[in-house]
């Protein structure tokens, strides 16, 4: 069977905000996040970005629907961040949107069935480093999603790791992150998922 080696890149969506302008907007470092706890949401963009800049030939995948804001007027959150990355100067060419998918484990079953109608060899994931670790076990315990993935090497990648490398203040503003009460919350909270997970007693939906 022949495969694709195109680098593609699935850029998971998390929270919204408006900005002062009503603009919807990810939710960047103290700017809030979900129903749960704070985020840092912007920095997927950013890190994206980042690949893409270094890479043209990449196909960024920005997913996520309404999720949690399912019944309201706020926009799918893939379509705020392909706007995004095209104000950034990513071409609208290089972007592929899932509007479909809300929870994490939805993303990442759109992202196994995507490999598979695209052939690939490889498909990199990028998120947060604080949700790297629950999207591990996800894929290794959420019913019939390894089995989905056979075949396709996955790469979970932290956008603090590739944005690290972008400058200094990036390094200090990941840093701040670390220590932000906000964040270390998400991280207590991802923490339990994990445990739930290894568990079973996750609730899958």
Known sequence: MQTNSQKVVVVLGGALRKDDTGRWRTVDLGQGGDTFAASNDRWRIDA???????????????SA???????????????????????????????????ESGTTVEQLRMTAALAKEMKLQKVVILSNEWHIPRI??????????????????????????????????????????????????????????????VDGTYKWS
């Not at 994206?48 to 920005?62: F, G, M, P, Q, R």
């Not at 399912?70 to 949107?97: Q, Y």
């Open 48 to 62: 994206a970005y980042a690949i893409w800049k270094n890479d043209h030939s990449t196909v960024l995948v920005v």
């Open 65 to 99: 629907g309404q999720g949690q804001y399912k019944g309201t007027d706020t926009p799918a959150v893939a379509e705020v961040m392909a706007r995004e990355l095209m104000e950034l100067g990513v071409s609208d060419g290089a972007i592929m949107k899932d509007v």
């Open 136 to 197: 591990k076990e996800m894929i290794a315990h959420a019913p019939g999603l390894l089995e989905a993935l056979s075949g396709v090497e996955v790469e979970l990648v932290a956008a603090e790791n590739i944005l690290w490398a972008e400058s200094m203040e990036w390094q200090d503003r990941i840093k701040s992150a670390r220590t932000d009460p906000g964040i270390m919350t998400r991280v207590a909270l991802e923490q339990k998922g994990i445990r739930q997970i």
